[in-house]
Structure formats: structure tokens, C-alpha cells
């Protein structure tokens, strides 16, 4: 899936976007010092590689595990996992392209909020229940089946073949 291979590569790019800095920091004064405006969104495009990478790595499994596609709701993950660092370092060294934050938080957020209704109507289907916007964000009470060792019949429900 397209969101795993963006996470391992949002990875090894937080890597890299981590170690090039990192021949630098030791000057005190670099790019104006430790808390200055364009050291900050260095680290913060940094952190954002793994921050991403993480929710695309969510989002793939997840996907996968459930069985479920949601085309848009990708489509916009990577295009966050993209625009947000490219959207810190052009901030960092101008601060106008600062403006343009929406996009990757916009994307990510709906990428997001996408993906809780394609898991909840996945999630309802498998209770056998009509979708809800609400039972995604519910604790479930699950309890684990008695298992006879000498009855070899099989799960009769899918809720049982899950436990």
C-alpha cells in the first residue's frame, strides 16, 4: 500500500532531514541561534517526516487490517505528509510561505477525520449493526469465547472467528 511505502520513506527522510542539521548544531549561532524563526521550523519539518510517517504507517495498516479502502482519505495523508515539510523549510527562510500551513494541516485533519468513517462503517458492518458516526469512538465490550477443546465445530459469526 502506497501509505506504508510514505511512512518508511517519511522515515528515512526524517533521518536524513536530521542528520544534515545536525552537522550544524553545535554553533551557537546558526541560522540565529537555538529558538530563532528558522532553526525551529528546521527541526519542526524534522519531526514532521516521523509525525506523518507514523499516521501514514496507521493509516496503511489499519487499512489493511480492516480490509478497507478509502482513496481520498490517502490521497490527502500523503499530500500532508508531503506539504508539511516543504511548507517548514520555505517558512523557515520565508516567512510568508508560513500562510500556506492550512494545506497540510487541512489535509491531514480530513484525511483523518475520512478515515474514522471508513473504520466505522467497517467497524458496523462487522457487528452486523447500521454505520454510526459515534460507535468508532466507543470502547467495545469484548469478551473472549469459551473454547471447548474437544468440540471441533467451527465460529458460526464472524464476531466469534475475531475473538
Same mark, same amino acid.
Given at each position: ?25 553545535? $554553533? ?24 506523518? #510517517?507514523?499516521?501514514?504507517? #496507521?493509516? #496503511?495498516?489499519t487499512s ?48 483523518? #477525520? ?6 466505522d462503517g467497517?467497524?458496523?458492518?462487522v457487528q452486523? $449493526? $447500521? ?33
Amino acid at each position: 500500500m502506497l501509505n506504508i511505502t510514505a511512512a518508511w520513506m517519511g522515515f528515512a527522510l526524517g533521518c536524513i532531514s536530521g542528520a544534515v542539521p545536525g552537522l550544524f548544531f553545535h $554553533k551557537q549561532d546558526w541560522l540565529g541561534g537555538y529558538t530563532s524563526w528558522p532553526r525551529r521550523l528546521i527541526r519542526l519539518a524534522h519531526i514532521s517526516f516521523f509525525g506523518i #510517517g507514523f499516521l501514514n504507517l #496507521g493509516f #496503511g495498516l489499519t487499512s489493511l487490517v480492516l480490509g478497507i479502502s478509502s482513496p481520498t482519505a490517502s490521497v490527502l495523508m500523503l499530500v500532508g505528509a508531503a506539504a508539511m515539510p516543504t511548507v517548514c523549510y520555505a517558512s523557515a527562510f520565508h516567512p510568508a510561505f508560513r500562510h500556506l500551513f492550512f494545506i497540510p494541516a487541512g489535509s491531514v485533519l480530513l484525511s483523518i #477525520g475520512l478515515f474514522i468513517i471508513s473504520v466505522d462503517g467497517a467497524s458496523s458492518s462487522v457487528q452486523g $449493526k $447500521k454505520p454510526s458516526t459515534t460507535s468508532a469512538l466507543r470502547t467495545l465490550d469484548v469478551h473472549p469465547a469459551t473454547h471447548n477443546p474437544t468440540e471441533q465445530d467451527a465460529p458460526s459469526t464472524t464476531t466469534e472467528r475475531m475473538v
